[in-house]
C-alpha cells in the first residue's frame, strides 16, 4: 500500500508541474495540494515514532511536491503551512507509537493515495 502511495505521490508530482503562474493565482487544485502536504506531515511524524526509520523519508517527498508544483509567495506558504499542521497537530497528541497511531498512519496513506489518484485522473495531461 505505500508503494502505491508513493507511486501516485511521484506521478502527481511529474503531472502537476506547470510553469510558474504570473501572479501565483491560486490552481483549482490546490486545496488537494494543501491536503496532501498535510497528510505528509503526519506521516513523517507518525512514522518517525512507529520506528520505521525511514528517516526523512516523508518530508523528501513534501519537497518534491513542492520541486514539481514550484509554487511560489502565498502558495508555497499555504503548502508548507499544511505539512508543518498535520506534523505539529499529531506531535501535540502522540508521544508514542499507539494501535491508534498505526491505524492513523493507514488511514492517511490510504486518503493521500486517493487524493493523489483523483488528481491525477482529473489534471494529468
Known sequence: ???QFLAFLILISACLSVPARAQDAAAPFDADLQRLAEILGTLHYLRGIC?????P????EMQALIDAETP???RRARMIA???RGY???????????PAASVAIRRYIEEGS???RDLTARYAN
Open 88 to 98: 505539529n497537530g499529531f506531535q501535540q497528541t502522540y508521544r508514542t507509537c499507539t
Open 82 to 84: 499544511g505539512f508543518n
Open 1 to 3: 500500500m505505500r508503494k
Open 72 to 74: 511560489s509567495g502565498d
Open 51 to 55: 520506528g520505521t526509520n525511514e528517516g
Open 57 to 60: 523519508k516523508w518530508r523528501n
Open 114 to 116: 486517493k487524493i493523489s
